[in-house]
């Protein structure tokens, strides 16, 4: 528990993708829903939950703790009193969102803990303002986990992650799983790390000062809440969270320091948060009561003497009596081990556990095999090397030890707990602290991971290119052998078939995009040498071929009901992968279930990559305006050679029969294989000659070429190129478009229907006429200046 309240209200499908998606976001361990979604049938949304979130426990409350005004008296009593009136506008009209919250706090209430007045983070977080990622491409592109191994670190955020703070990692596992889209934030991230780069002396200091950090989160929570049944173990905790956060606080001037020199807005704000006047007056309270030379320590021993000489000596005079009765307990101890070790001649160490308190301690080779005087009791052995045993005086000692520290503790807590309740005047700016480090730690993280790999800063456009862009997580595994590929993708290349054969590389390609795309709406540098995006809206990825088991689905099934998913939630800004769709069923059929799904994919404008072994599939599209085809190359030397170069080229792959290569490789009869062959090489040739005899054919390669010019003059236009510059590059485009429009006719009167020759020229004047009128629309939509006009 962080001691933050997140209040969302979410408009979302029949599928709950927004909803479950948030869940994720927050993993978490309790789930509250009314009882009214159980009895007397369970609801949609709670089936539903269950399935995505099967470890969450599911628990029941009353439907009458979602109450509308009791969740405003619930802000009103723990918000932060300077947040009061913001988080009354931002929630106002939200009536589920308040009853959600009144329900929650209820039931910590009655079940946990109470929190202080006016002490508890509250803020309202809609579903927008981030990119909307999908279960199974969580699982797929191994954000958070390897598929392979749970606990390996070959992930996207085992990457990620070289945060010195558990609030820095909390915040990038949040920030992983829901990417912002706010191209002003995720600059002002760029310009932060950016300018750690370039100052690696600044860097090294943030580190260095971040590397003492306690987790603050955590320790704040701990701060404001306040146990239904106080006890002797709360009085201790809380002298040691006062502790903490003395310690805490003094590690927080370093970080100040060290962005002395920060120029990015970003270090600006943050290095403002840590400064002085946010820290001092909390400072100034435990300086009143705690002493100054008391710091925090993990020895049990430590801890305990801490905890007993933690309040300021003058303080309390009872508690000054009390605390000068345990020193001489102990003292009593020591003189008591002293002793026995004199008159017993054995080199006695004394020892200390919390649950035992002092003990007396051997090694074997000092007793050999003499057995221990009767004066020692609790004989243990510790795996042959160690004995371990107290005295009954001992015991006694400890036993006064124990009382005399309980005596200290209850006098010191009215101290400890007055100043619990002051600090809590001032947590609301404790917490602003913690999340400056925090957003600090992460950015800090990402230098260090640019500065051990060639990473470069992405921009924010409307196209999508990436110059020889890598997979992050298998760039790490196989560094010296991996291949980079480029990407373009544009509304007129929005949707790319890549096609080749097994093991090509086809599926790592696909996941390197949505994954550099994560990246960069997180705010890092990014695995390429140049980068564009736009800003993703939702990312799907459908590439798993797993059957899944435990929900008694198939292969086809499963792929069926993600895809059918993504249709359902798909839009223009949407980038999609999909490797191998419609492999599950019969050939015919699976070619017609993915030519129509990528036909409702091309539609949505969404920017989708689809690989596929599907031949057809890709010549049937390669004419459909916005579609590209690429393959990932593969080199043939002999017929029973076959080298994967990993490298991605345009086209559609090349009929080099792949398939008839592996069966000759694996030794099929030389006979079957001529035979084969054959067939193949006769059926390619006639479908080669129907697709050159189609009049629509031609026509959709037109209109291509002309669309194409189309966003070529928008890009100049929005480019920075120079006038004499951009009149010298037009004018090569305008060559290139006559050439290859010219090839175009030629080949119209090359293929055209021998018995049709007439109605083939006249076919070719009207489509001339037609690109005419359309490239004369282009030059006027484009609006390039005169200088260019003139070129062209």
Same mark, same amino acid.
């Given at each position: ?20 998606? /948030? ?50 008296? %619930? ?12 988080? *009354?506008?931002?929630?106002? $009209? ?55 191994? $749970? ?32 191209? +002003? ?60 956060? /003395? ?18 807005? &970003? ?19 435990? +300086? ?37 009765? !345990? ?26 556990? =919390?649950?035992?308190? %002092? ?5 074997? +080779? ?14 243990? =052995? ?12 001992? =015991?006694?000692?400890?036993? *006064? ?36 480090? $925090? ?78 795309? =994560? ?52 839009? /223009? ?19 017609? &279930? ?52 990993? *490298? ?9 029969? !792949? ?13 079957? &294989? ?14 080669? *000659? ?103």
């Amino acid at each position: 528990m962080t001691g933050e309240c997140v209040l969302s209200e979410i408009c979302d499908s029949q599928t709950y993708v927004r909803t479950m998606h /948030k869940l994720s976001v927050f993993d978490p361990t309790e789930i509250l829903v009314p009882n009214t979604a159980v009895i007397p049938r369970k609801s949609t949304l709670l089936s539903i939950t269950e399935h995505y979130l099967p470890g969450a426990v599911i628990t029941q409350v009353p439907r009458k703790y979602y109450n509308e005004q009791m969740g405003h008296d %619930y802000i009103q009593q723990l918000a932060f009193s300077d947040d009061i009136a913001g988080i *009354k506008v931002a929630v106002s $009209a939200k009536f589920y969102a308040i009853s959600a919250a009144a329900a929650a706090l209820k039931h910590v209430e009655l079940s946990y803990t109470r929190f202080a007045l006016n002490s508890l983070r509250i803020k309202y977080q809609g579903s927008e303002g981030s990119m909307l990622i999908d279960f199974s491409a969580v699982h797929s592109l191994e954000l958070i986990q390897n598929l392979q191994n $749970a606990k390996s670190a070959d992930c996207l955020f085992g990457l990620l992650n070289n945060t010195l703070t558990a609030m820095g990692a909390r915040l990038l596992r949040s920030n992983v799983l829901q990417p912002l889209t706010d191209v +002003s934030t995720l600059n002002a991230r760029l310009d932060a790390l950016e300018e750690f780069t370039q100052h690696e002396e600044m860097f090294f200091q943030t580190r260095q000062a971040l590397k003492p950090f306690l987790d603050m989160d955590r320790l704040l929570t701990a701060l404001i809440t306040i146990p239904v049944k106080p006890s002797l173990k709360h009085s201790e905790q809380s002298v040691n969270n006062i502790i903490i956060l /003395k310690q805490t606080l003094s590690c927080v001037i370093p970080v100040y320091e060290s962005l002395a020199s920060a120029r990015s807005e &970003l270090l600006v704000v943050i290095r403002t948060l840590c400064g002085a006047d946010r820290i001092e007056p909390v400072m100034n309270l435990i +300086s009143d009561v705690i002493n100054e030379d008391i710091a925090f320590s993990k020895s049990p021993l430590d801890l305990r003497n801490q905890r007993c000489y933690a309040v300021n000596s003058g303080v309390n005079g009872l508690l000054d009596v009390a605390r000068q009765t !345990y020193k001489e307990a102990t003292e009593d101890v020591h003189s008591l081990v002293a002793g026995l070790a004199v008159e017993h001649d054995l080199p006695l160490e004394l020892k200390f556990e =919390v649950g035992r308190g %002092y003990y007396l301690r051997l090694s074997t +080779s000092d007793i050999e095999d003499k057995p221990l005087p009767p004066v020692f009791v609790n004989v243990v =052995v510790r795996k042959k090397v160690a004995v371990e045993f107290t005295t009954l005086e001992l =015991v006694k000692r400890n036993a *006064k030890i124990g009382d005399s520290l309980t005596e200290v503790l209850l006098m010191s807590d009215k101290s400890v707990q007055q100043l619990v309740e002051d600090i809590r005047k001032e947590i609301s700016s404790l917490y602003k602290v913690c999340e400056g480090i $925090a957003m600090l730690d992460m950015i800090v993280s990402f230098a260090h991971l640019c500065t051990v790999q060639d990473y470069v800063r992405p921009e924010f456009t409307d196209t999508l290119a990436i110059k020889a862009g890598r997979h992050p997580i298998r760039e790490k595994i196989h560094r010296d052998r991996f291949i980079p590929n480029d990407v373009y993708a544009s509304q007129q290349s929005r949707f790319q078939i890549i096609t080749g054969c097994n093991m090509s590389g086809k599926s790592t390609y696909l996941r390197s995009i949505a994954l550099t795309a =994560v990246i960069a709406q997180i705010g890092s540098f990014v695995p390429a040498q140049y980068a564009s995006f736009p800003i993703t809206q939702q990312l799907f990825a459908r590439v798993s071929m797993d059957d899944g088991i435990e929900a008694n689905a198939s292969t086809f099934a499963s792929e069926m009901r993600e895809t059918a998913f993504i249709l359902r939630n798909l839009g /223009k800004g949407s980038l999609i992968i999909m490797d191998e769709l419609g492999r599950g069923t019969s050939t015919r059929d699976g070619l017609a &279930l993915a030519l129509a799904v990528c036909e409702a994919l091309i539609e949505s404008r969404a920017f989708v990559w689809f690989a596929t072994h599907f031949r057809d599939l890709a010549s049937i599209l390669a004419e459909r305006a916005g579609v590209v085809n690429l393959h990932l190359q593969v080199e043939m030397k002999d017929p029973n050679t076959m080298t994967m170069l990993y *490298k991605v080229i345009d086209g559609s792959v090349q009929d080099q029969h !792949y398939g008839l290569a592996l069966a000759r490789i694996v030794g099929l009869p030389w006979g079957v &294989l001529e035979k084969a062959t054959l067939v193949s090489k006769m059926l390619s040739g006639r479908l080669e *000659k129907q697709k050159r005899k189609s009049k629509a054919l031609h026509l959709s390669r037109r209109r291509n070429l002309v669309l194409k010019l189309k966003e070529t003059l928008f890009q100049a236009r929005d480019g920075n190129m120079d006038e004499n510059a951009l009149r010298s590059w037009l004018a090569k485009v305008q060559d290139e478009f006559v050439t290859r429009m010219t090839k175009l006719s030629e080949d119209i009167v090359a293929d055209g229907d021998d018995e049709n020759e007439e109605n083939g020229d006249q076919y070719i004047e009207n489509q001339q006429e037609r690109d005419n009128e359309i490239a004369s629309d282009i030059a006027g939509d484009s609006d390039l200046d005169g200088g260019a006009d003139q070129g062209c």
